[in-house]
Each structure stands twice: as structure tokens, then as C-alpha cells.
């Protein structure tokens, strides 16, 4: 089975542009996370949403972020403008939803990441 | 809120060695608890998950760990470590509250030697 997959895998652009970072979950899977990793902070949860739906964006960073997900296989991270402390490595996660009680058993599985540097 | 320390930043280890990578949470209630390993360039990999029943949970590539309620901790051992087991842990924590995210330690990188 295909995993969670993220492109692209490295990008590097100049500061004040726009930069996009896509995912495609698990087919099946109704929950969808994007994270941030630095050396600074670790891995931080940005938003995340369920059936589409954002449900708690309280990790993005400011109003440069924002994430979409138009439909079940596809979201999108946008930041604009870029600007340097932007540089990290942005990971998709996808799981699919559960019962609290359950929650356990459907641990969430992640992408290679995003590395990407802004100069 | 609860939150996630993983006291070891660095760790070395001989080949052949056992490995015990530390876990300490802090949240009210039972948490559901898990560790991720996460290879250079990778994403991160799921080694293995504890939220109820037998507080020893095995995972996959040998790994096992423990949760001691008394102690906030969820370490994860391995009796005999290989080369290939060189990469970075994370320990994380979800609370059975609704909200599904995972609040992760800072991780601690090991370093296997010959």
C-alpha cells in the first residue's frame, strides 16, 4: 500500500516567496496532520483536520501559514511570504479515525517531509 | 496539557548492547503513549504504541517498553542493539480527551558503534 506521500521532497526559494507544500494521505484515512520540525523546537503540531475539516489550527505559527485540504487525497501547506525561520522540515501525517476508547490502535503514519529552506 | 521530556539527547551504544532510551510524561489521566523512530532524511516509523492492558508492549525490530504508572515513564529497551538501529526516538503522548494530535519529546539520537 502506497504511504503517505509529500512534495516536494527539498525546496529552496528566496525570502518574501510564496511556497506550497502538498500531501496526499492514505486512501481511507480521515484524519490529516501537518507538522513542523526544527532543531529549536523539535516537531510541533501545525493544524489538523478530520473529513476534511480543520479542527484545531492553534499550532500555526501566524497568518503568513495557512492549510487547505479541498478533498480526502489531497492538502496543502502555503506560506506566504516565506521568510528564513521558515526553514524546517514540514511532515504530513495521516490516520484513520477511531473511537476515543480505540484511539491506540490507529497510531498516525507520516511522510518523508518537506525539507525546506528559505534564503 | 500534557507534555513529553526525553531526558537523553545523545546516546552510544555498542553493537551487541542492550539500549534503554528514557520517557517521561506528565499528563492527568492515562495517556496513550507511543515511540517513533525516525532514519535520516525519513519520515518518522511507528515502533510501537501503549493505551491499555499489559504495561510491557512489544513493537517491532525487537523493541519493547514498559509503562510505570508511579514513574510518568514509557522507556523503550532493546537486549541486543544492531548498526541498523542507529537513528533518531521519539517518545510522544496523546490524551484521550478527543483531541488526536500527538505532543512529541525532543527526541534522543543514537549512535551505534562497531
Known amino acids: 500500500d502506497a504511504g503517505v506521500i509529500q512534495s516536494p521532497r527539498h525546496e529552496v526559494t528566496e525570502m518574501g516567496q510564496e511556497v506550497t507544500l502538498r500531501c496526499k494521505p492514505i486512501s481511507g484515512h480521515d484524519y490529516l496532520f501537518w507538522y513542523r520540525q526544527t532543531m529549536m523546537r523539535g516537531l510541533e503540531l501545525l493544524i489538523y483536520?478530520?473529513?476534511?475539516?480543520?479542527?484545531?489550527d492553534s499550532g500555526m505559527p501566524e497568518d503568513r501559514f495557512s492549510a487547505k485540504m479541498p478533498n480526502a487525497s489531497f492538502s496543502t501547506l502555503k506560506i506566504q511570504p516565506s521568510e528564513p525561520r521558515d526553514s524546517a522540515v514540514y511532515f504530513c501525517?495521516?490516520?484513520?479515525?477511531?473511537?476515543?476508547?480505540?484511539?491506540?490502535?490507529?497510531?498516525?503514519?507520516f511522510g518523508d517531509g518537506t525539507r525546506l529552506s528559505i534564503l | 496539557a500534557q507534555s513529553v521530556t526525553q531526558p537523553d539527547i545523545h546516546i552510544t551504544v555498542s553493537e551487541g548492547a542492550s539500549l534503554e532510551l528514557r520517557c517521561n510524561y506528565s499528563?492527568?489521566?492515562?495517556?496513550?503513549l507511543f515511540w517513533y523512530v525516525q532514519s535520516p532524511g525519513q519520515g518518522l516509523q511507528l515502533l510501537l504504541k501503549y493505551f491499555s492492558g499489559d504495561t510491557l508492549v512489544q513493537g517491532i525490530k525487537g523493541f519493547e517498553a514498559e509503562f510505570k504508572r508511579s514513574q510518568s515513564s514509557f522507556n523503550l529497551r532493546k537486549p541486543s542493539v544492531h548498526w541498523s538501529d542507529a537513528a533518531e526516538y521519539f517518545c510522544?503522548?496523546?490524551?484521550?480527551?478527543?483531541?488526536?494530535?500527538?505532543?512529541f519529546g525532543s527526541g534522543t539520537r543514537l549512535q551505534v558503534q562497531p
Open positions: 483536520f478530520n473529513n476534511n475539516v480543520p479542527i484545531d
Open positions: 499528563y492527568g489521566a492515562t495517556p496513550y
Open positions: 510522544a503522548v496523546a490524551a484521550d480527551t478527543g483531541r488526536r494530535a500527538l505532543t
Open positions: 501525517a495521516s490516520s484513520l479515525g477511531a473511537a476515543l476508547h480505540s484511539f491506540g490502535n490507529q497510531p498516525q503514519h
